[in-house]
């Protein structure tokens, strides 16, 4: 453990070179417009699994829904920016906070469910918001009907903002809110709270009896977790420059939960690895011709749930936890006194 | 009051699909203790081996429902075998996590080989003209599916209690290590429940095609259907699994006499008959072994 004042700042520097890096890095290739979409794809993506690391990694609480809460936050951005013309930084804003409300209200069911049922009921939710919410009629004063909503000539802070040429400032907007949001996740940890939530996780009879709130720190959790993957999903409609359903289908919840747990579901970094995995692995394949073959998305999902199986079965931290065991046992490795060895 | 006899005929035919599925959810969750999110998924696969059967290779359906039966059974067993055994002893939740994977690849590689959107023919086990009772039309692959559904439940059923076999998947499924100290072969146990579960999900998946638009992601959804009906039984109890098939077929099919220009409101129906088992059941009952009251 090393002392406490050191790590926040170490996470804050941490956070401030990734974004120089990660910020700069488009600069250095000449991203056709549909990379500059993934890029900030990827951020978006690696904001729905952040959520995830918060909830299942911190709290032990399964969901199958946070594709639905990003798609919350991109039609609740979506339309309060068409229909009251909000300023987009204010729709933001209403977003996270809708989808954190609605994150309470999915978490309800969670105060007397654990594990497996609260995974079947969470895909529950999926469904019904896949089905009767953003595809049903009932709802078109919010969903803009079938045709969406559309986004664009959006400026945030005098940088224009939208997926007509910005899709990389988009990017870098995101990915500064991505690492806000990550250093807070990182040093939630740590903390009081987050340490209450590693008690819910590791035993909830034993996080009572120790006096821990669990009705107040469940939900928390659920609508923090609802919140996070709702500011990404609010920067979807930057992106794409409009809203449907499809990209927030039951699908992409499964596959978020599956690219969770794959890079590993305790670690914050796994989130931006999931992230860039998700977005740019599908497009790369697209373009790959390997003997004029076309690799259709199709063989992405294919491989994502083999990769899952398979990493569950040999490497069940993910592949972050996995990495980083290998790297302290190589450094440990390599810090032992020499013993000579006749 | 016609209509209403109409609609009781369409719940029941929904409700005994649900039913055959469900009973393939207990099954293997009762034995391997794993809850299968990929059911839904393993019925679509073989569902459609047996289409392509039909409609790619020009094969007579009995043989290509044959075909997707085998299939069935080697899937499931391959499930046991591959994924499952190397998982022994890891916590229900990753086993279930590892069922998503599975959906995903079944999914994936289903809608890559058979398209997921384009319109499918219904596979039609039997013909004929659809006969009148009290009234009411009823088609004979109605009539298939509720007596499929009676039928095979009861055979499982009279399996489970009267042959050798049987009482080993019971043992195994109230303590798989006392079982396996009394020589009871686990996995060997384990591997049939895969197979059979993923048959009955087969079956069900063929039977229903008749009565839905078949398309790879409808079937692999009907998992939420599948885990309510399973859910009133306890994910233990079957006949209290089969009864929950048939009033969750009809509690999704009576709102379309309501909301005529709509298809009704299935999964918001299956997903509030969840919740209503969930949090009306003592959750503890459901996760923690207790008594097979098969």
Redesign the interface.
């Known amino acids: 453990m090393s002392r406490p004042v050191t790590r926040p700042l170490r996470n804050l520097a941490l956070a401030a070179a990734a974004f120089l890096v990660l910020g700069w890095a488009p600069n250095l290739f000449h991203l056709p417009l549909d990379l500059q979409f993934d890029a900030a794809l990827a951020v978006i993506y690696a904001f729905a699994i952040l959520s995830l690391v918060l909830l299942t990694g911190y709290v032990g609480q399964?969901s199958?829904c946070q594709a639905t809460f990003l798609g919350i936050g991109a039609y609740t951005a979506a339309w309060l920016f068409n229909v009251f013309h909000a300023p987009y930084l204010l729709a933001m804003a209403g977003a996270v906070a809708l989808s954190f409300l609605l994150g309470i209200v999915v978490g309800i069911?969670a105060l007397?469910?654990?594990?497996?049922?609260l995974?079947?009921?969470t895909?529950?939710?999926a469904?019904?918001f896949d089905?009767?919410f953003f595809a049903d009629h009932a709802f078109d004063w919010f969903t803009g009907g079938s045709a969406g909503w559309r986004v664009d000539g959006t400026v945030i802070a005098r940088i224009p903002m939208d997926w007509i040429g910005h899709a990389l400032n988009v990017y870098r907007f995101g990915l500064l809110l991505l690492l806000i949001v990550a250093v807070l996740v990182v040093n939630v940890h740590d903390s009081g709270s987050g340490r209450r939530f590693r008690a819910i996780r590791d035993s909830e009879l034993a996080a009572a009896t120790m006096g821990v709130d669990l009705t107040r720190y469940k939900l928390l959790a659920f609508g923090l977790a609802a919140a996070i993957a709702g500011l990404g999903g609010s920067l979807f409609p930057l992106a794409a420059g409009q809203v449907s359903p499809q990209p927030f289908n039951?699908?992409y919840s499964?596959?978020f939960?599956?690219f969770a747990?794959l890079m590993g579901v305790r670690y914050v970094p796994a989130a931006a690895i999931g992230g860039f995995f998700g977005a740019f692995v599908p497009t790369l394949l697209g373009r790959w011709h390997p003997w004029h073959l076309e690799i259709?998305y199709?063989?992405?999902?294919?491989a994502?749930?083999?990769?899952?199986?398979a990493q569950?079965?040999a490497a069940?931290d993910g592949v972050w936890g996995d990495l980083r065991q290998r790297v302290a046992h190589l450094l440990r490795r390599r810090a032992k006194p020499k013993v000579a060895i006749a | 009051m016609g209509e209403f006899a109409a609609y009781t005929v369409l719940g029941l035919s929904l409700g005994g699909v649900f039913a055959l599925a469900a009973l393939g959810i207990v099954l293997i969750y009762r034995v391997t203790g794993v809850l299968n999110f990929a059911h839904g998924a393993m019925g679509m696969f073989s569902t459609f081996v047996a289409w392509g059967a039909v409609y790619r290779w020009h094969q007579p359906v009995w043989l290509a429902v044959l075909l997707a039966l085998g299939f069935a059974a080697a899937l499931g067993l391959f499930l046991q075998f591959a994924v499952f055994r190397p998982l022994a002893g890891r916590p229900a939740v990753v086993k279930a996590v590892v069922t998503i994977g599975i959906l995903l690849v079944l999914q994936s590689l289903a809608s890559l080989f058979w398209g997921n959107t384009q319109y499918h023919e219904p596979i039609r086990v039997v013909g004929g003209r659809s006969m009148l009772i009290a009234r009411v039309p009823v088609g004979p692959d109605q009539v298939l599916i509720v007596a499929a559904a009676l039928v095979l439940a009861s055979g499982i059923a009279a399996f489970l209690t009267y042959t050798r076999f049987g009482i080993a998947m019971r043992a195994v499924s109230d303590d798989p290590v006392a079982a396996g100290l009394w020589g009871v072969p686990v996995w060997l146990v384990g591997a049939v429940s895969w197979a059979l579960g993923s048959v009955l999900a087969a079956i069900a998946g063929i039977l229903i095609t008749p009565f839905i638009n078949l398309d790879t992601v409808s079937l692999t959804l009907l998992i939420l259907d599948a885990l309510a009906a399973a859910l009133i039984g306890g994910l233990a109890s079957l006949p209290l699994t089969v009864a929950g098939g048939f009033l969750l077929g009809l509690a999704e099919s009576y709102p379309s006499i309501w909301f005529k220009n709509s298809l009704g409101f299935p999964k918001l129906v299956a997903i509030a008959v969840i919740l209503a088992v969930l949090l009306v059941r003592a959750p503890k009952g459901l996760l923690q072994a207790g008594r097979a009251s098969t």
């Open positions: 399964v199958l069911p007397r469910l654990r594990g497996i049922m995974a079947v009921v895909l529950g939710v469904l019904v089905r009767y039951v699908f499964l596959q939960a599956a747990v259709r199709d063989w992405f999902q294919v994502l749930g083999a990769l899952l199986v569950l079965i069940p």
